[in-house]
C-alpha cells in the first residue's frame, strides 16, 4: 500500500518482498564466533586444509558440526583476518589439473604385476617416487612416499641425470623399510635396476601417461608445490630447507590415517 495515496499496489508490493527477502538471511557463524574464527585462523597459518580444520573442530566440540564448505565461504568472503585463499590453502583457490607422462623405457615389471599386498596398503615399505622440477636448468627434487603412512621423503638434487637420481634414491630412502617402488617412464628412472640392487627392492612402472595410477606421489607433489611454486630455482634451495618443510607435511593430520600424522603413525605402529 502506498503510504502517500493509500492505493495498494501489488508489483510494488512484490518488489519490496524480494528486496526485504533478499536480505533476510541468516549469519554465517564466522560474523558471530569469535572462537571459531581463532581457532580457523590458527590451523589455517599452519597449512591445514578447511576439511582437516573442521574434522579436528568436531572432534574438540563434540555435537558441534561445521563443514569445510563454510570455511571456504568464509575464506572467499574475507571473514577470517589475515588468511586468504591465495595464501594459506595448497592450490591458492584455483583448480586442479593434471599431466599425463611419456613412456621413455622399458620397463621389467608393470603395475598389474605388483603384489596385492602392496595394491591394498597393507604393509609399511611400498612407495612411490617421482621427480619434481622447477625452472629450467635450476635443479629439481626426487620425492618418494609410502603409500600406507603417506610418509613423504624428498632430496634435492642439481640435475635429473639417471646417475644423480640413483644416487639419490639412496639417499631418500636410507634408514626406511623399501619392498616395492613404483615410478612412471621418465628417462630419469632409466638405471632402474641398478636402483633395485641398492634398494633390495622391487620397481615397477605405470602406464604411459597414467599419473592417477600413482596417485598418492602425485598428492604428495601437489602438497609440495604450495612450498615450491612452479619455476622455482632449487639450485638455491638447501636440504635443510626441504627437511623443514618435510616436517611440517609429516606432522599434520590426516583424514586417511583417523586425524593421524603420517610421522604419529609410524611412530604408533613401532609402538605395537
Known amino acids: 500500500q502506498n503510504k502517500a495515496t493509500g492505493v495498494y499496489n501489488a508489483w510494488g508490493a512484490t518488489t519490496l518482498y524480494l528486496k526485504r527477502r533478499k536480505r533476510c538471511r541468516q549469519m554465517m557463524r564466522f560474523q558471530t564466533e569469535a572462537a571459531l574464527i581463532l581457532f580457523t585462523q590458527d590451523h589455517l597459518r599452519r597449512y591445514w586444509s578447511p576439511e582437516m580444520i573442521a574434522w579436528q573442530w568436531r572432534r574438540e566440540h563434540a555435537g558441534d558440526r561445521l563443514s569445510h564448505g563454510t570455511i571456504y565461504a568464509a575464506l572467499r568472503k574475507g571473514l577470517v583476518p589475515h588468511c586468504s585463499r591465495k595464501e594459506h590453502l595448497r592450490r ?13 623405457i622399458k620397463p621389467e615389471r608393470i603395475l598389474k604385476d605388483r603384489c596385492e599386498e602392496a595394491n591394498l596398503r597393507q604393509r609399511i615399505g611400498d612407495w612411490e617416487g617421482d621427480t ?5 636448468g635450476k635443479g629439481c627434487l626426487l620425492t618418494c ?7 613423504l621423503a624428498a632430496a634435492v638434487l642439481p640435475n635429473k641425470s639417471a646417475d644423480t637420481v640413483r ?9 626406511h623399510t623399501v619392498r616395492t617402488l613404483t615410478l612412471d617412464n621418465g628417462a630419469e628412472f632409466s638405471m632402474f635396476q641398478a636402483i633395485e640392487q641398492d634398494l633390495g627392492a622391487e620397481i615397477y612402472f605405470c602406464d604411459p601417461r597414467a599419473p592417477w595410477q600413482r596417485g598418492t606421489n602425485e598428492n604428495a ?3 609440495l ?9 632449487f639450485l638455491s634451495v638447501t636440504q635443510q630447507a626441504l627437511d623443514h618443510v618435510l616436517a611440517i607435511i609429516n606432522t599434520r593430520p590426516r583424514k586417511c590415517l583417523g586425524g593421524l600424522s603420517s610421522s604419529d603413525f ?3 605402529l613401532c609402538c605395537t
Do not use: H
Open 266 to 268: 609410524l611412530r604408533a
Open 132 to 136: 619434481m622440477y622447477g625452472s629450467m
Open 145 to 151: 612416499v609410502d603409500r600406507k603412512s603417506r610418509y
Open 92 to 104: 591458492r583457490g584455483r583448480r586442479k589439473y593434471e599431466r599425463g607422462a611419456t613412456a621413455t
Open 225 to 233: 608445490r604450495f612450498f615450491f611454486p612452479k619455476g622455482t630455482d
Open 221 to 223: 607433489n601437489g602438497l
Open 167 to 175: 644416487k639419490a634414491f639412496r639417499q631418500v630412502l636410507r634408514g
